[in-house]
Every structure is written in C-alpha cells, then in structure tokens.
C-alpha cells in the first residue's frame, strides 16, 4: 500500500488543459476567443484554433503524451477512442517533428457504420465525424499506455446525425438555456447572461477479487452473477452500509481520487453501501455535459484501479440476487453564470414567485413526460433493480417534501400561499451535543425524482449507463414546460396576476405526480393507477415512448433529436436489449452444460458409492439415499430447463429484429432462464461445496 504523502490542491487538475492552463499558455488574443466560443457558442476559426492546437500539444507532450485521441460517447454505452501519435512525415534528415493542427484538434474521422446507427448508416456508409466540445476541458490520461491527449468530442454521421450521447446532450443544454433566459427576463433579470443544467452523479459498484472473478463466466460475460445462492448472511444487519473501510479498499480509493484529481474530476465523498462489497463515490457538481464526461471518466477509472489492486469493479445494476443492485443518482439544477440557483426556494419559499414558477413547471414536465423519463433509465439490468426494497419504483412520482407539499396545497386550495412550515431545532435530550437546525423537509429513499433543498434527484439511473440520457430529457421536457409557460406570460396585460394564476393552474393540473409516502408499499402501485401513472416495469415496455408523437413533437421542436433520430435510437435499444439477454442466455446454457450438470452428476456418483458402501457396513444409509435422490430430482429439473433455455434462445434467434424480437426474450427467454437458474441455485445448498465448480456468493461479497 502506497504511504506517498501528497497535498490535494497541488495534484488537483493537473493534467488538465484548463482556464488556468490557457491563461499561461495562449496568446491574449486567442484565449479571449475561446472564451467567447465556449460561453457564448460563437465559432472558432481556424487560425485560432492552430494556435490552440500547438500550445495544447506542447502542454500534453510536457505531461509525457505521445498520442492524442478525439474522445468520444457513441451509442454502445461505453467511450470510444482512436490513437493518433503526434509524429508527422520524417524529415529528409530522418529526423520527425511534432505536429498537431487546428483541423485535427476540431474534427476527427472514426468510422461510422461500425457504431451502433440503428440504420442511419449503412455499411458501406462509413464517414462519420467528432468534432471538439470546447466546453469541456481536453486532459491527459495516464496509463499503462503512456500518457494520451484526451480531447472530448461529439460524434455524428456523415449526413449531420448523432451518433452519440454528447451531440443531443449539448443541444438539450442549448434549448433549456434559451427557455431559461426568456423566463428570467420576464421576472426582471436582465444581468445573466447563460443558464446550464448543474449535474452531480453519485456512482455505486461493487468489487469483488479478480481471481474469483476470473472462475465464473457469468461475470466475464455478462457482468452480474446468472446463478448463485445466497449465503447465511446477507445485508441483514446493515453493518456494511456507512462502516468502516477495509485496508484493501481504502488502498484502492485512494489510487482511484488520486487519479481524478489529477484529471479534475472532483471525487468528494466515498463510503461502503448496503450490500457487502458495495460502495459509492460522489464528485461536486459541474455543469451537464462536463459531468457526464466526468462520470465515463470515473467508471473508466474504477475499472482500471481495481485491477491494479487485484480485484474486478462491477457495474452491472445487479450483480447478486438477492441483495442490493446499483445505481446512479443524477442531481439536477439550474445554475445562472452570475450564481442564481433557480431552484433554491430560500427561507420563504411561498413568497418566492419565480422558484414556484419554476417548481411547477417541472412538476408539468415531468407528468407530462414520464414515460420518457423513465426510459432515460431503460437498460437490461435495470430491470432486476427498478422496484426492489433498494431502488426507486418503476412508477415516475415527484417528492417534495412537507414544506413545498403544504405550499402546494396552499395554492390549489386558497389560491394562495400565505406561509411555509419552518424546520426548527433538533432535539438530542443530550446538553453536551450542540443545538443542530433541523430541514423543513425530510428526505425519501424510495422516490425516484424527489426535491432535496436546492435540486432534483432523479435515483433511476443505472449504475453502468450514461447520464447523459437522463439529462437530455430532463432538459428538453423542462425547457418546453418554461417554453409554455412564457407564451401566457408574455401575453399578459398583468404580469403578477398571470404568474399567480398560472402557477395555481399548473400545482392543480400536476398535483397527481406529487408523492410523498412509501414509494416500496403495494398501496402506491394501487394509487399511482388510480392516478393515472404509468407503471412501466421492463427496457421493452419502456422503449416505445422514444417514439410517441409527443416525443417527437418535443424534441423536434427544440431541435435535440430529430424523427429519424428518434426512430434509430429506439431500433438501438431493441437491438441492445437482445443481445444482452442472448449472451446471458447463452452464458447460462453454457455453464449448465459444461460445469454444473457434469459437477453434479459427478457428485451424485460419489454420493452413490457412499449409499452403497454405508449398506454393506449393515448400517443404515437413509440419509445417503434421500440426498442422492434430493439432488437427482432437482437434477432433473435442471435438465429440463436448460433444453427448455435452449429451444427458446434458439426461437429468439429466428425472430425479426427490433421491437418482436425484444420482446419475445423479454417475454420467453427471462423467465427460462429464471427456470434454470432456479434448480441450480438449490443444488448449490446441498452439494458439498468442494465438488460444486466455482466460488460462491460467500466467496465474492465477503471475501474481498
């Protein structure tokens, strides 16, 4: 373990090409360009970016870079990169110099039809381009490669699509900063000048060691456990959750701030989660797009780091059945480039007009569009979460809190809010303890997008997936709510009167996405129908509303995502959704055949042997013979559901891709995997644990 003492604010952002970098670096002139390309989007020529360009590469070859890459987020859930060295033709001398140009800084030119396209590109349509998002600060990444010049780019095809995550995300940014401005000028604000969605994504994983890892090809493959029994203890006691850091995992948490630091992600807070061997890191908010790069970043990381440490990070949202799965809380807000938080209610927030407006606009947004928020969050694995005693419902609700929920009722009720409930002091019976200001509001685990202070925590999001989908939704939906909003308003003769009636028809029009209570409890699945909420449980179910004509009105009208965009997009999740639970099927077949069934038969001779060895000994073998036809019942079962497994994988297959197929091994293939995995996870109780063919869930959680 590395004892290197080190001083944070020395190492932090160190190997990024930030505003303190290009201050030093670029000429007056050039730098006050820059600025103004990525506050006000105006364009960079290209003799200014030449000049970037040079200075940039004189930086990162300091930092030891012998290559650069366009660094970019294509629809395949994970980043993407292509080395270029910074070497150019050699000199007659023999000799080569150093190049890096302003063209190659601003466009680069990966191959396009071999990312998901969900056809806008055909095969032998390959062009396709990255173009630099100036925004977000190019850094140095080292590794076992050596040093690499990352530069974070936006991808799209060759006919101007988006291929990627970053292209709509900078767009639903752009759109919500428009409708933002216009509401503020409307209210008086005539001094900010950009609004930007402030993200902080907290990232839950699991590590389990690596050799272990390495002995089961369901978290090769797929990255959850397809089998396993749990063990005696679980998550039962809740002594994992916030307890003391191991050595081997505070060692690795160290390497891994240390890493991001240096890159100007700010790692903030770390701690154990619920489930054994589950843990957390939080960074400080940064505007959208920075922090969906600076959540790659830290993935990428983690992965990295653990194996440096001997162990494997798993980012699946459920590894283990069982216990808890992992997710992502992305907290939103709306930051002005003067400091405004448009949604901090203050001390009165009955009085504070233009945080109601705003507050009721998302409450019309999100009832609105639930449908598409909860398919922001669509992935495979979320499945397996989304519902459980551990994650938010499937069910889209708001929580506010006592405080803005009785403002609420206030204005539905009266027509006007006369006062807000205050937090007062907390009392400990303890003289010795200090005085401690209690919130007005308490928090709610189970709600998927609750109010907590000063922002929105949307608690869908999976644990391995962008959050990058989620905030391009919440963008646009709420950019159209403020959009809306501003239409009535600009058209009235009496400002305060029209923002005190829209705000009350807008609290009575919503009032049904409002949900305090138990978002676990079979209750709210009653109440939320009632309401008229949708209840989506699974990816399939979820997809369809990408392409609704009310999406595509959306997003169109705000120019995020085009119909066919929109439309490539959803054949994409189809055809992800597909293959992750072809692999995972075909994993299970894989490892019933080769290693548990042989495991088992193997273990049953020994049995055998035993039950007729105990007989001749005259004694009796009852014990002997009830397991042996125990195990070869269950056997049985197992054969009988891995041909089952087997014949409907093979229907899948044969299947017409897109929405059929999806839902043909939603329907069919998940539940005889579930058949399978059912008769194996028994046979794990009862075979001695020597014969039984890989390490346990004992051995993964607890033995790290």
């Known amino acids: 373990m590395s004892t290197e003492l080190f001083n944070v604010a020395d190492i932090f952002g160190e190997n990024v090409f930030n505003d303190t970098v290009m201050q030093e670096r670029l000429p007056k002139k050039v730098y006050k360009k820059l600025k103004q390309t990525i506050e006000e989007g105006t364009e960079l020529d290209i003799e200014t970016a030449d000049v970037i360009a040079h200075e940039m590469k004189e930086w990162a070859i300091e930092k030891g870079a012998t290559h650069y890459t366009h660094w970019f987020l294509p629809l395949t859930g994970v980043t993407a990169e292509k080395h270029d060295s910074f070497i150019s033709a050699p000199l007659p001398s023999g000799k080569v110099l150093m190049s890096f140009s302003g063209k190659e800084l601003i466009k680069g030119e990966p191959d396009a039809s071999s990312f998901p396209s969900g056809g806008l590109r055909a095969t032998f349509e390959a062009r396709g381009y990255t173009a630099w998002d100036c925004t977000s600060p190019a850094f140095v990444r080292q590794d076992a490669a050596g040093a690499t010049l990352c530069i974070p780019t936006a991808f799209c095809s060759y006919t101007g699509e988006a291929l990627d995550q970053k292209t709509p995300l900078l767009r639903s940014m752009q759109a919500l900063n428009v409708q933002a401005l216009r509401l503020l000028r409307l209210f008086g604000n005539t001094t900010s000048k950009k609004v930007t969605p402030s993200v902080g994504a907290e990232q839950e994983y699991f590590l389990v060691d690596a050799e272990k890892f390495l002995q089961r090809k369901d978290l090769i493959y797929t990255g959850r456990t397809l089998f396993g029994a749990m063990p005696p203890k679980g998550q039962e006691l809740d002594d994992h959750y916030f307890g003391t850091i191991r050595q081997r995992i505070a060692a690795f948490m160290r390497d891994v701030n240390i890493e991001l630091w240096k890159v100007g992600v700010s790692s903030k807070t770390q701690h154990n989660e619920v489930a054994p061997a589950q843990h957390e890191l939080a960074p400080i908010y940064a505007e959208a797009n920075i922090a969906v790069d600076h959540n790659q970043i830290v993935m990428q990381t983690l992965k990295r780091i653990a194996c440096e440490h001997g162990m494997k990070c798993l980012l699946h949202e459920k590894p283990f059945a069982g216990v808890n799965g992992s997710g992502k809380h992305d907290n939103w807000s709306i930051i002005t480039d003067d400091g405004i938080n448009m949604l901090d209610p203050g001390t009165t927030p009955h009085e504070n007009i233009q945080f109601l407006l705003v507050l009721t606009c998302i409450l019309k947004a999100v009832n609105k569009h639930a449908d598409l928020l909860r398919e922001s969050a669509a992935d495979p694995g979320n499945d397996h979460r989304l519902g459980a005693n551990e994650a938010p419902p499937a069910i889209i609700s708001v929580f506010l809190g006592e405080q803005l929920e009785d403002v609420i009722d206030q204005l539905i009720s009266t027509g006007e809010a006369t006062h807000s409930l205050e937090g007062g002091k907390l009392e400990t019976g303890v003289r010795t303890l200090p005085e401690l200001t209690k919130d007005a509001t308490d928090r709610n685990r189970t709600s998927p997008f609750a109010f907590t202070g000063n922002k929105f925590e949307f608690r869908m999001v999976g644990s391995r997936d962008s959050i990058a989908s989620a905030n391009i939704v919440l963008n646009t939906i709420v950019a159209e709510a403020f959009a809306e909003a501003c239409e009535v308003l600009e058209k009235s003769d009496d400002f305060q009167l029209a923002?005190?009636?829209?705000?009350?028809?807008?609290?009575?029009?919503?009032?049904?996405?409002?949900?305090?209570?138990?978002?676990?409890?079979?209750?709210?699945?009653?109440?939320?129908?009632?309401?008229?909420?949708?209840?989506?449980?699974?990816?399939?179910?979820?997809?369809?509303?990408?392409?609704?004509?009310?999406?595509?009105?959306?997003?169109?009208?705000?120019?995020?995502?085009?119909?066919?965009?929109?439309?490539?997009?959803?054949?994409?999740?189809?055809?992800?959704?597909?293959?992750?639970?072809?692999?995972?099927?075909?994993?299970?077949?894989?490892?019933?055949?080769?290693?548990?069934?042989?495991?088992?038969?193997?273990?049953?001779?020994?049995?055998?042997?035993?039950?007729?060895?105990?007989?001749?000994?005259?004694?009796?073998?009852?014990?002997?013979?009830?397991?042996?036809?125990?195990?070869?019942?269950?056997?049985?079962?197992?054969?009988?559901?891995?041909?089952?497994?087997?014949?409907?994988?093979?229907?899948?297959?044969?299947?017409?891709?897109?929405?059929?197929?999806?839902?043909?091994?939603?329907?069919?293939?998940?539940?005889?995997?579930?058949?399978?995995?059912?008769?194996?996870?028994?046979?794990?109780?009862?075979?001695?644990?020597?014969?039984?063919?890989?390490?346990?869930?004992?051995?993964?959680?607890?033995?790290?």
Request: charged share 30%; glycine share 4%.
């Open 499 to 704: 923002v005190h009636d829209l705000i009350k028809e807008y609290a009575m029009e919503n009032q049904r996405i409002i949900f305090n209570g138990d978002g676990y409890s079979e209750a709210w699945v009653k109440e939320a129908e009632r309401r008229g909420l949708p209840n989506i449980k699974s990816m399939v179910e979820a997809i369809p509303a990408m392409v609704t004509e009310k999406a595509v009105t959306l997003f169109e009208r705000f120019g995020v995502f085009t119909k066919a965009e929109l439309e490539s997009r959803a054949e994409i999740q189809y055809e992800s959704y597909a293959k992750a639970i072809n692999i995972e099927a075909r994993t299970m077949i894989d490892m019933a055949r080769k290693q548990f069934i042989p495991a088992v038969i193997k273990y049953t001779k020994t049995l055998a042997d035993t039950v007729l060895a105990v007989k001749e000994a005259g004694v009796d073998a009852s014990v002997q013979a009830e397991t042996l036809e125990e195990i070869t019942v269950l056997l049985k079962e197992a054969r009988a559901a891995l041909a089952r497994l087997e014949e409907v994988t093979a229907q899948a297959a044969a299947k017409e891709e897109g929405p059929v197929q999806a839902n043909f091994y939603h329907d069919e293939v998940c539940p005889a995997m579930e058949n399978l995995r059912r008769p194996i996870d028994k046979l794990e109780m009862i075979v001695d644990k020597e014969a039984w063919p890989m390490p346990s869930y004992g051995d993964l959680i607890f033995e790290v």
